[in-house]
């Protein structure tokens, strides 16, 4: 069963940092594309990152500067590293890949504290 598993979310401290991992099973495809996607109660999943199979990143306004996605092929894994977490950053986190169709992750919640 092709799947995407993610981890490493939880409660942090505004101005901490957590690192979000996206893991590639039952495949033998590498995750070229990927987002990343959060959604927080009451609101629409909305995508905060993306990195292409050329290693093109992109990132919205709101975590510009504050957070990074990367890959490491030999692990088959997407990480997001957030940095300068805030209150607002809560929400359930998701990534996205082309796994060689799009596939979704199950979630991992964060929860950053005032």
């Known amino acids: 069963q092709v799947q995407l598993v993610e981890s490493g979310g939880g409660l942090v401290q505004a101005g901490g940092s957590l690192r979000l991992s996206c893991v590639a099973s039952?495949?033998?495809?590498?995750?070229?594309?990927v987002g990343w996607y959060r959604q927080a109660p009451g609101k629409q999943r909305e995508l905060i990152a993306g990195l292409s199979s050329g290693g093109t990143t992109t990132y919205d306004d709101s975590v510009k500067g504050r957070f990074t996605i990367s890959r490491d092929n030999a692990k088959n894994t997407v990480s997001l590293q957030m940095t300068s977490l805030k209150p607002e950053d809560t929400a359930v986190y998701f990534c996205?890949?082309?796994?060689?169709?799009?596939?979704w992750g199950q979630g991992t919640q964060v929860t950053v504290a005032s």
């Open positions: 039952g495949t033998t495809f590498s995750i070229n594309n």
């Open positions: 996205n890949g082309l796994i060689p169709l799009w596939t």
